[in-house]
């Protein structure tokens, strides 16, 4: 089925229409259908006709089957034409039947049954026009930017297959080495690192890059322009070791980028930190320009829309997020597109933390706060969300993040969410691979002790977030106060959220209590009892303190009365029928005495003129009310004292 659809693309990029087959993004969930994981790509590619989307080339697989095998699937668009094959046994070649190709593959069925655990190599030499339809509209292009020719790829999600021939998955990583033959007066960008640069005639010289970190092939990039490069040195505080961030950029940005680009260090220290060493130190950070309004995290060699460069800073959100990437991604890639929040909500996420770490708390809040819209801007769960990269998916995936990050701060600490983090970057099951969702609320589970199913439930597998209507009442007295908070989770049919409600008190004497309101019902009374007053009448601030919670809320006005405990007092208290309602005067006044039940309305009254100073009490019979709270009120010329009584039959 095709459908057209708008979407939104990695980021603060404007809205276009956009042809999506949503099921052919949806196909390659599982590993099953190859029979084999991918030790290694080695690309060979001519960039030297640049009149058209042409690109040929040699992608050598270098493989190992899982299963015995009577054919070999490998992904490569129908438009790209497959030369020749070999499947290589050392020494010897195999022999196949026959090749076939359909939707997007390429199919080898072999003579004989290849043996599993067994390593071959396939060499697939290629050619054609790469064609548009990827998610992204053109996984390879050639184009220009001011007068001189680009060359990119952008590989996310399943685009690599538009350029070479692979096994396009995000959950099999592999080594990856490109060489490519390009004019001389170009200059080439890829993964890794820029091995050699030989010039083979007047025209044309072939440059190979080659990294030795496993790579997913949406994470495979190349670049080729007019590049003007420069070098940013890192020394790391986190591991000592130094690594170069090389800056390939238009030359008419030479200038914005030098500055655009300075923060860079800044922001390795800050994601160092919080995340821990940089994934890829042996090798890079790389930064080439594209002609897009976005960014693209390919693993070690980000490209950087060229219109995000200005010179004036406002670009640094993005490239930050491309820079979280390189943890949340590409070290640590969701293993099956289903599993994508875990990527583009931890680099969103990332970008809140970018601004805490240049402006604290503020910068933190205010960056949160700017995604909470596209947060509730579909009813719809994160995991498995239709639409690979909809800001949904970037902008939940955040607030989950943030979310967890409240969770596991208030169930242990805050340093406790983020050193699992840099535990689960480094650990060797994930480190250079891949995880689930399953696998990484897991992680946190075993690491931390914090059982997270129903946080799981509530914001990644499960719709919607919950909407609260707040009530209270508030007795508020200078020794007791006497507080009851009534939370209604109003929208059931989203189901129960359980995730607990920061809620902040406030007291007269300037300090204040947070308390966690947890949700067991649609429908909760919490009461609490303080020892002192509280500071003001209770506003819609208080709860959700810190909007740590997605969620919409509406607080009724609150039914508030003041008691005075030191200059009245009813004896007995509980009471049955009969008490005695205590008060003191310091000068003679007339006094007036009501009691009244919860609605305000009277149900005693008396007046007394011209009391003397001193200690009084009015015996008080209730054998004509209803047991329950009350309250009464002592006025004189002074003012008025309140207290709360209770009467129970
Ligand atoms: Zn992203």
Redesign the pocket.
Known sequence: MKVVIFISM??YISLFSHTLVNDYYRIDQLDDIYGYDVIGYDVYLNLTDTTSNYVSGVSTISLITKTELDSFVVDLVDELECLDIKVKDGESTLSYSSISREDDRVFITMDQLVSPNKELILEISYEGESPTGSYFNRAFDITTHNGATIIYTLSAPQGARYWFPCKDIPSDKAIVSFTMKIWNHHQSFANGILVSDISIDQNFKEQRWVSNYKTATYLMAIAVSNYKMFTIDYNSDISGKSFPVECYVYPEKLEQAGKDYSEIVDMLDCFENYYGEYPFSNEKYGMANFPWGG???NQTASHIGASVVTGTGSGSDLIA??LA?QWM?DNLTASTWNDIWL??GG??FSEAIWNEYKSGEYGYRSTMDSFENGAKNHNDNLWGFEDTYNRFV?DRGAWSYHMLRYYIGIKKSDEIFFSTLRELYKDPSYREGSITTDQFLEFFHLKTGVDLTQFGEDWIYGSSYPKYEISYNLSNGSSLSELEVVVNQTNSEAGLFRTPIPFVVQFSDFTDSLIYLEPKDYNNVYSFEFNKRLHNNLSIENFNFGNKILCNKSLNPGSVIEIDNDLSSVYPNPFNPVTNIKYSLSKRSDVNIKVFNRLGETVFEISKKDMPIGDHFEIFDGSFLSSGVYFYSISTKGGSMNGKMILIK
């Open positions: 990695f980021f960014g693209m995290e997020h491309e990437h991604g990527t583009e680099a969103t970037y």
